[in-house]
């Protein structure tokens, strides 16, 4: 059964970057027809999709957040990984990573990870 | 850029039946749009319960279905449960590649 887990820094300073990883197990990450996504959750609010990659390297994002999201793949650790730049106090949030396929932006999912931007 | 929409909040009485809707700020919602819901309590994350407008996530009772209703995605809850008291999101394909959530339905049981 496939497990996703978050990892990285919950304090960001504003301007700079955010860095998280997913690693998967249970299962490899280059098996299968899969996606493997970011999205996150401000405070009380709901869910934004971040972006998707797929185990080739082809990427989509959010329109809205693409000039400063870059999310990326290592196979080898069974890992992706997200970074997003020039962060202010509005990228605070819980940050999911998740397995998606050509239906859904999500099937599993990761508990989540909180960040907080702030100086 | 076009809105999701959802009820903000909506409630239902213990084994009653409930459907909640997403739609779109401009244009109906069709098969085409891949609606997924999901389910979440507080400081968990989301649960996925259907995907492709009606297909229900593995272990996913059948109290809970999906469809196209008029021209929006909808979510049918059946004999409600005091533990369906939840988040409901649906979320939609956008096209190139693209997803958008919308806003979440709280949803009361009582």
């Known amino acids: 059964q496939v497990q996703l887990q978050e990892s990285g820094p919950g304090l960001v300073k504003p301007s700079q970057t955010l860095s998280l990883t997913c690693t998967v197990s249970g299962g490899s990450i280059s098996s299968g027809s899969y996606y493997w996504s970011w999205i996150r959750q401000p405070a009380g609010k709901g869910l934004e999709w971040i972006g998707r990659?797929?185990?080739?390297?082809?990427?989509n994002y959010n329109p809205s957040l693409k000039s400063r999201v870059t999310i990326s793949v290592d196979t080898s650790k069974n890992q992706f990984s997200l970074k997003l730049s020039s962060v202010t106090a509005a990228d605070t949030a819980v940050y999911y990573c998740?397995?998606?396929?050509?239906?859904?932006?999500?099937?599993?999912w990761g508990q989540g990870t909180t960040v907080t931007v702030s100086s | 850029q076009t809105v999701v929409t959802q009820e903000p909040s909506f409630s239902v009485s213990p084994g009653g039946t409930v459907t909640l809707t997403c739609g779109l700020s401009s244009g109906s919602v069709s098969t085409s749009y891949y609606p997924s819901w999901y389910q979440q309590t507080p400081g968990q994350a989301p649960r996925t319960l259907i995907y492709?407008?009606?297909t229900r996530s593995s272990g996913v009772p059948d109290r809970f279905s999906g469809s196209i209703l008029g021209n929006k995605a909808a979510l049918t809850i059946t004999g409600a449960q005091a533990d369906d008291e939840s988040d409901y999101y649906c979320v939609l394909y956008m096209g190139s590649g693209n997803w958008v959530f919308g806003g979440g339905t709280k949803l009361t049981v009582l």
């Open positions: 492709s407008t009606n």
């Open positions: 990659i797929y185990t080739s390297g082809s990427t």
């Open positions: 998740a397995r998606a396929g050509i239906s859904s932006p999500g099937d599993v």
